[in-house]
């Protein structure tokens, strides 16, 4: 009897051993994610709700008093004709921008991966190098690029006697905003392509060497075989597309400032007006809200259609 209990004894003290070192670990692990924790919660979800706060109030973000108007920035904002135009935009913005770069970096990551191209490496860096350049040298270099004086662009036309082809590419405001579409196109262009080489690069060779066996060219086998087992890339370039499209800035901002008569106007560039240049902090605040909401439902929505799809 006396063994029993001795091991029994044993049994929980090796038990309790196990439990105590499991919940130490745990706890260790808690401190050591603690650091994030605390950055995210201020800088991200405090923000957050500060900012959903000041939506509801009419505050120039300089004054210490803020007056609640409850909805009103919002009531203002659905009748604002510069918001449906700074939506319209954006939504065109999005609709060219998201599909020409996915089947560009995908015809480019085909290209790389499945055929034999010279100097492969140096040009897959040239295509992606826009990527690690700041915002700020590539919307400099494109707005002296459309000048319509002495931009390089008119001045190319002019010296292969095309100059009846030169045009005002940021002041027309019929052009202006696909001008800034061919700019980020071709900031981006590059990301898309490194997202595609990684998938085709993870798709089973012996799965492309059946289809090859059995006779399927490499146009159908791409079609047939790569391009389904792609779906998590694609769902990845379309939510990132969205959140690119939706935070576009910079590269407006550097070229037409949203001009000309705001015809370049995006959501971002209209936040930046009614918050930076007039003083309008709960108006912006509501147009924060409004990218935040749009983002949210369209990457649900590309999620449910894409959630059972996996690359194999």
């Not at 290209?111 to 040239?126: H, P, Q, Y």
């Not at 997202?195 to 012996?206: E, N």
């Not at 990845?236 to 576009?248: Q, R």
């Not at 995006?266 to 709960?282: F, N, Q, V």
Request: aromatic share 12%; net charge positive; hydrophobic share 45%.
């Amino acid at each position: 009897m006396l063994g029993r209990q001795t091991d029994g004894n044993q049994k929980k003290k090796k038990r309790s051993t196990g439990k105590n070192a499991v919940l130490g670990n745990t706890k260790m692990a808690y401190i050591y994610i603690l650091p994030v924790f605390i950055f995210l919660g201020v800088f991200t979800y405090y923000a957050m709700a500060f900012n959903i706060g000041i939506s509801f109030d009419s505050w120039n973000g300089v004054s210490p008093e803020k007056i609640f108007v409850g909805l009103d920035n919002y009531m203002k904002l659905m009748k604002d004709p510069y918001f449906h135009l700074a939506l319209k935009n954006t939504t065109v913005y999005f609709l060219i921008t998201i599909p020409v770069q996915a089947v560009l970096g995908f015809l480019l990551a085909n290209c790389f991966v499945n055929t034999k191209v010279r100097a492969k490496g140096l040009i897959r860096s040239i295509i992606f190098f826009p990527n690690v350049v700041a915002l700020v040298v590539i919307g400099t270099a494109f707005n002296q690029m459309y000048n319509f004086q002495q931009g390089f662009l008119n001045e190319t036309l002019r010296a292969i006697g095309l100059g009846k082809l030169a045009l005002d590419w940021t002041g027309n405001p019929k052009i202006a905003l696909y001008s800034i579409i061919i700019a980020n196109i071709y900031t981006y262009v590059g990301f898309s392509m490194t997202l595609y080489i990684t998938g085709l690069l993870s798709v089973p060779k012996d799965v492309m060497e059946a289809a090859r066996i059995d006779g399927a060219s490499g146009v159908q086998s791409t079609r047939y075989i790569a391009l389904p087992l792609l779906k998590s890339t694609h769902t990845t370039v379309i939510i990132l597309g969205i959140v690119g499209t939706l935070k576009t800035f910079d590269i407006v901002w550097l070229i037409t400032q949203g001009g000309p008569a705001r015809k370049t106007e995006m959501l971002t560039t209209m936040l930046y007006r009614s918050y930076i240049l007039e003083y309008k902090a709960g108006y912006a605040a509501a147009i924060a809200v409004v990218i935040l909401i749009i983002a949210l439902v369209l990457s649900c929505i590309n999620l449910y259609f894409q959630r059972k799809d996996t690359d194999y």
